[in-house]
């Protein structure tokens, strides 16, 4: 073993920081052709941003790159900077990890002694070429003229010419040229995007830039004025750690412990070093160099115990928010700019500062990811943006308070940019290549704070643009719909053309005296730039095709709902409609004097009254909802209160006015000429009525729901009939009809049609019934009513079935109360056990419905019985079973606390409560379980005996 370890110690030998990076070029972003040649031009320009501003020089920058070849390219930067003495050349641009700042603690871009020399380096790699650098410090003396390489073992300068030459025009300033291997292409992350983002958080400088496509693009300065110089601080005693504490006092040539922590830190005077050494139980004159390891971690934690000030802040160097707000308007024409510079805070007792702008709407792009400048000591971060504890902090805001739309944990969407800036005297960086900041708590918790305040700003002005955008629509409702209102009530009343151009006047005078002048928020920005602004999104990657086609099916699916989804929202399905069917024989007697056609005029006449006062009009109507009726026990339904809802034309609701009144106008259309419209037609006559259409069948629907609560009538009194399936029936009964040729009757056998079933009409006020059945089975799913009917189950029990087929419709309603009514028939209902099949089926044929309690007097069953299936019989039948859902458990806590029948009955609730406890529901055909017939030899047979099991 002792050869095998010797022969590996001949093998092992020190590895140079310039092999190492020569191995690792990735890691100083040296990563890919295109990102190479922008790092160049970084590391270049921020040196000379550097110099200048140290020697408080305005900086002005030329950058050239000129393409040699395929992939080949040359890079020339010139400053007007203090220049570079000769001996400290080589080291500057040949030596990894040589320069001034690593251990200076003051805001600058350089921080490693990296950045230029690994320029070199790449370009050595790449083209085998020495860098040219020229440097002149001073007017009347002569420029130095370096040819250069690195010594990649010894990490030395290798120096190829050195010597002396005039500099004409030139007073100081240095020159450096490359040839490197690279690609030159526009976008994001483009040295372009680089050189405006640069120009735009420093305006002080001015950058002449020539592309390789011989392009020159002149970024003047902003601001004549340069930023405050910054002061080198000590560093604070918050952001030592204990080997370094060590080091320091090792090397300290102060002669007390206490001299030592006034001399070496900053915010420690003598008080606070005497109260430190106090805290850390040392001595005040101890020596430095006699402190052991143990006596240094005492002074450690002792300097963590004592409270000690922040670090001064006059050492960085934040753009402030007025320069980081004209640096945005004049990148982005929007509507909408703020900028917040936070107070300084402390990392690691690091002082630094955190800025953030934001630029909204405009011609930005509304659906697109919100657009990220990143700046750290007015450097542009363009890649690894993922990385960045700036990122995190954005994705970790609440943009929808602020008007932005967001996923969880995702970048906001909107027409929005947003600007974020550190300075620091050491930022934290990931990596050597300096491109995302690290996730430090204290700067993750800043970078909040400052989105915040701009997003408050901002939330502001988007609900005043949404206000005014509400304002405008309705402005412009009024000139849309006016026309339609005066229109539809000239046509009822029965008023001249000359009368109707009269209401369209004082309409308008009614509806806009009170609206006040409109603010208007659009772009107003002198500041922008359209030629800078173009810079860096050129030849961008465009969306293909295909892909614009992905987009537009996204936004379409989105963007618009089927009819079939609208009615779900509403809560309007056809399933659960209970509004459509016939009136009930007492309604009709009740009614039959009154004229409907002189009830609308009535009301459209009261409308033009008011109108001709310069008054508001008005529509009255019942609310339609179960916080208006109310369980009468001794009648046995819903009755309806005397809560009215009252609907005054304003600017919002003049497109509902102008649809009421055109469905008036088409129900007084009907009646007067004996027609009639479903409700379908209805809604398609609509689409001839121009901005007052209805979009969505829903809303013609629940316009003829409103006037038909309005004039207290049924549907079909105003001339609208349904389309629905009222219901099938078989069994013990024949219904007596009349041919609509000749008005004969026709006796239509229930029991003769097979395997199928007699359907119900939709007007059943002039049927009659013959039977001797005992009573009526309602079934709520097509399903077990065809079971039942299949084995013919109303033989053997000699009853009458009829399917509900969920929630059932009026005129299946009518039809049982009616044949109850007239052949004295118990009622009896086969439903889920869910709270659906409870709280919606059963109520609603029981006692009506809130939506149209002003006719469940005509339009229910109250001597109907809940034969099942019920909570308790999933017990005693061992049933098979759902879970109840989220929204299940939420209708049967609306049943039990605002339901007027499931209050007023003790077993609902306790069936109710019952299943909650359960936490689950079963369907009718859970009784398959135990055989396909089970539920006519076993279920029913046994529920028909004990009514004790029944729920009212």
């Known amino acids: 073993?002792?050869?095998?370890?010797?022969?590996?110690?001949?093998?092992?030998?020190?590895?140079?920081?310039?092999?190492?990076?020569?191995?690792?070029?990735?890691?100083?972003?040296?990563?890919?052709?295109?990102?190479?040649?922008?790092?160049?031009?970084?590391?270049?320009?921020?040196?000379?941003?550097?110099?200048?501003?140290?020697?408080?020089?305005?900086?002005?920058?030329?950058?050239?790159?000129?393409?040699?070849?395929?992939?080949?390219?040359?890079?020339?930067?010139?400053?007007?900077?203090?220049?570079?003495?000769?001996?400290?050349?080589?080291?500057?641009?040949?030596?990894?990890?040589?320069?001034?700042?690593?251990?200076?603690?003051?805001?600058?871009?350089?921080?490693?002694?990296?950045?230029?020399?690994?320029?070199?380096?790449?370009?050595?790699?790449?083209?085998?070429?020495?860098?040219?650098?020229?440097?002149?410090?001073?007017?009347?003396?002569?420029?130095?003229?370096?040819?250069?390489?690195?010594?990649?073992s010894t990490n030395n300068?290798?120096?190829?010419?050195?010597?002396?030459?005039?500099?004409?025009?030139?007073?100081?300033?240095?020159?450096?040229?490359?040839?490197?291997?690279?690609?030159?292409?526009?976008?994001?992350?483009?040295?372009?995007?680089?050189?405006?983002?640069?120009?735009?958080?420093?305006?002080?400088?001015?950058?002449?830039?020539?592309?390789?496509?011989?392009?020159?693009?002149?970024?003047?300065?902003?601001?004549?004025?340069?930023?405050?110089?910054?002061?080198?601080?000590?560093?604070?005693?918050?952001?030592?750690?204990?080997?370094?504490?060590?080091?320091?006092?090792?090397?300290?040539?102060?002669?007390?412990l206490q001299q030592f922590l006034t001399t070496e830190f900053v915010r420690v005077g003598p008080g606070t070093a005497k109260e430190i050494c106090q805290n850390a139980a040392l001595l005040p004159s101890t020596k430095p160099k006699e402190v052991s390891r143990d006596m240094a971690e005492q002074l450690y934690r002792g300097i963590q115990k004592t409270k000690i000030m922040a670090p001064p802040t006059d050492c960085i160097s934040p753009i402030g928010a007025e320069l980081l707000e004209k640096g945005l308007r004049k990148e982005i024409n929007a509507e909408f700019y703020t900028a917040v510079t936070r107070p300084p805070e402390v990392y690691r007792g690091n002082p630094f500062v955190i800025e953030v702008g934001c630029a909204f709407g405009g011609e930005q792009h509304a659906e697109e990811t919100v657009r990220i400048l990143r700046f750290a000591n007015r450097v542009p971060l363009l890649y690894q943006q993922g990385a960045c504890a700036t990122i995190n902090a954005i994705q970790n805001t609440a943009w929808r308070t602020y008007g932005l739309q967001q996923s969880n944990g995702a970048l906001p969407v909107g027409p929005c940019t947003i600007v974020i800036h550190m300075s620091s005297v050491w930022v934290p960086f990931t990596s050597e290549s300096k491109e995302a900041i690290a996730h430090y708590p204290e700067i993750?918790?800043?970078?909040?704070?400052?989105?915040?305040?701009?997003?408050?700003?901002?939330?502001?002005?988007?609900?005043?643009?949404?206000?005014?955008?509400?304002?405008?629509?309705?402005?412009?409702?009024?000139?849309?719909?006016?026309?339609?209102?005066?229109?539809?009530?000239?046509?009822?009343?029965?008023?001249?053309?000359?009368?109707?151009?009269?209401?369209?006047?004082?309409?308008?005078?009614?509806?806009?005296?009170?609206?006040?002048?409109?603010?208007?928020?659009?772009?107003?920005?002198?500041?922008?730039?359209?030629?800078?602004?173009?810079?860096?999104?050129?030849?961008?990657?465009?969306?293909?095709?295909?892909?614009?086609?992905?987009?537009?099916?996204?936004?379409?699916?989105?963007?618009?709902?089927?009819?079939?989804?609208?009615?779900?929202?509403?809560?309007?399905?056809?399933?659960?409609?209970?509004?459509?069917?016939?009136?009930?024989?007492?309604?009709?007697?009740?009614?039959?004097?009154?004229?409907?056609?002189?009830?609308?005029?009535?009301?459209?006449?009261?409308?033009?009254?008011?109108?001709?006062?310069?008054?508001?009009?008005?529509?009255?109507?019942?609310?339609?909802?179960?916080?208006?009726?109310?369980?009468?026990?001794?009648?046995?339904?819903?009755?309806?209160?005397?809560?009215?809802?009252?609907?005054?034309?304003?600017?919002?609701?003049?497109?509902?006015?102008?649809?009421?009144?055109?469905?008036?106008?088409?129900?007084?259309?009907?009646?007067e000429t004996d027609d009639i419209a479903t409700k379908r037609e209805a809604y398609y006559v609509s689409k001839n009525w121009g901005d007052a259409r209805f979009i969505e069948q829903p809303e013609s629907d629940n316009t003829m729901d409103d006037i038909e609560a309005m004039l207290a009538v049924n549907r079909e009194q105003i001339g609208f009939i349904p389309e629905e399936k009222g219901g099938d029936v078989a069994g013990r009964l024949s219904v007596i009809d009349k041919d609509q040729d000749t008005g004969k009757e026709i006796r239509i056998d229930c029991t003769k049609f097979g395997s199928g079933a007699y359907s119900v009409p939709s007007s059943v006020e002039h049927l009659k019934f013959d039977t001797d059945a005992k009573f009526i089975l309602a079934i709520e799913t097509a399903g077990m009513f065809q079971r039942l009917v299949k084995h013919n189950y109303w033989k053997k029990t000699n009853c009458v079935l009829i399917s509900m087929g969920g929630v059932p419709t009026r005129a299946c309603r009518r039809f049982i109360r009616k044949l109850a009514d007239e052949k004295k028939l118990p009622v009896y209902v086969f439903a889920d056990s869910d709270p659906y099949g409870f709280g919606s089926i059963y109520r609603t044929l029981k006692v009506g419905s809130g939506n149209a309690a002003h006719i469940n007097e005509f339009f229910c069953v109250p001597q109907a019985k809940f034969l099942g299936v019920t909570p308790q019989d999933i017990i005693d039948y061992k049933l098979p079973t759902h879970p109840l859902k989220e929204v299940d458990v939420k209708k049967i806590k609306d049943l039990i606390?605002?339901?007027?029948?499931?209050?007023?009955?003790?077993?609902?609730?306790?069936?109710?409560?019952?299943?909650?406890?359960?936490?689950?529901?079963?369907?009718?055909?859970?009784?398959?379980?135990?055989?396909?017939?089970?539920?006519?030899?076993?279920?029913?047979?046994?529920?028909?005996?004990n009514p004790k099991t029944w729920l009212p």
Not at 187 to 195: A, H, P
């Open 444 to 671: 993750i918790k800043e970078v909040k704070l400052a989105l915040q305040e701009c997003g408050r700003r901002l939330g502001m002005f988007v609900n005043k643009k949404r206000r005014i955008g509400e304002e405008f629509k309705k402005r412009s409702y009024i000139e849309k719909y006016i026309p339609h209102v005066a229109d539809a009530l000239s046509k009822i009343v029965g008023l001249p053309e000359a009368r109707k151009k009269e209401i369209e006047e004082k309409l308008a005078e009614i509806l806009e005296h009170t609206r006040g002048e409109l603010e208007e928020i659009g772009i107003d920005n002198p500041d922008y730039d359209p030629e800078l602004a173009k810079i860096g999104r050129e030849e961008e990657e465009t969306v293909t095709g295909e892909e614009e086609k992905k987009r537009g099916s996204r936004r379409s699916s989105s963007g618009t709902r089927s009819q079939g989804q609208e009615r779900e929202k509403s809560g309007k399905t056809d399933q659960i409609d209970v509004r459509w069917a016939e009136d009930g024989q007492k309604m009709a007697t009740k009614t039959k004097s009154k004229n409907v056609v002189e009830e609308i005029k009535e009301i459209a006449q009261q409308m033009y009254e008011r109108i001709k006062k310069l008054k508001q009009p008005e529509i009255e109507m019942p609310i339609r909802a179960l916080i208006n009726v109310e369980y009468d026990e001794k009648e046995g339904y819903f009755k309806l209160l005397n809560k009215k809802k009252s609907r005054t034309l304003t600017a919002s609701t003049i497109k509902t006015f102008a649809q009421t009144l055109r469905m008036m106008e088409l129900s007084k259309q009907l009646v």
């Open 1 to 152: 073993m002792a050869v095998i370890a010797e022969e590996l110690a001949k093998k092992q030998r020190e590895i140079s920081v310039a092999e190492f990076f020569e191995r690792n070029r990735h890691l100083l972003g040296f990563d890919n052709p295109r990102k190479a040649l922008l790092m160049v031009v970084k590391e270049a320009v921020d040196n000379s941003l550097d110099a200048a501003e140290e020697a408080r020089i305005l900086p002005e920058i030329n950058v050239e790159i000129i393409k040699l070849e395929e992939k080949r390219y040359r890079v020339i930067i010139e400053d007007n900077g203090p220049g570079i003495v000769r001996k400290q050349i080589p080291k500057i641009f040949a030596k990894l990890l040589y320069g001034s700042k690593f251990h200076k603690l003051s805001s600058s871009r350089g921080q490693q002694g990296l950045g230029i020399s690994a320029a070199v380096l790449y370009s050595q790699l790449t083209t085998g070429k020495p860098a040219t650098i020229l440097s002149k410090i001073g007017k009347g003396q002569k420029a130095h003229l370096f040819k250069l390489k690195i010594n990649t």
């Open 157 to 256: 300068p290798d120096v190829i010419e050195d010597t002396e030459q005039e500099w004409d025009g030139k007073e100081h300033g240095v020159r450096i040229e490359v040839d490197l291997e690279g690609e030159y292409l526009k976008g994001r992350q483009s040295v372009d995007e680089y050189l405006k983002e640069t120009a735009i958080v420093n305006p002080h400088t001015t950058i002449i830039y020539t592309n390789p496509e011989a392009e020159q693009i002149i970024f003047p300065r902003a601001s004549e004025e340069l930023p405050p110089e910054v002061k080198e601080i000590q560093p604070h005693p918050y952001g030592v750690e204990l080997g370094l504490l060590m080091k320091m006092l090792e090397n300290t040539e102060c002669r007390t």
């Open 897 to 945: 606390k605002n339901d007027p029948f499931i209050k007023h009955h003790k077993e609902w609730q306790k069936a109710l409560e019952q299943m909650a406890k359960m936490k689950v529901r079963a369907e009718q055909q859970a009784l398959a379980a135990w055989g396909l017939n089970f539920v006519m030899e076993k279920y029913l047979p046994d529920k028909l005996k």
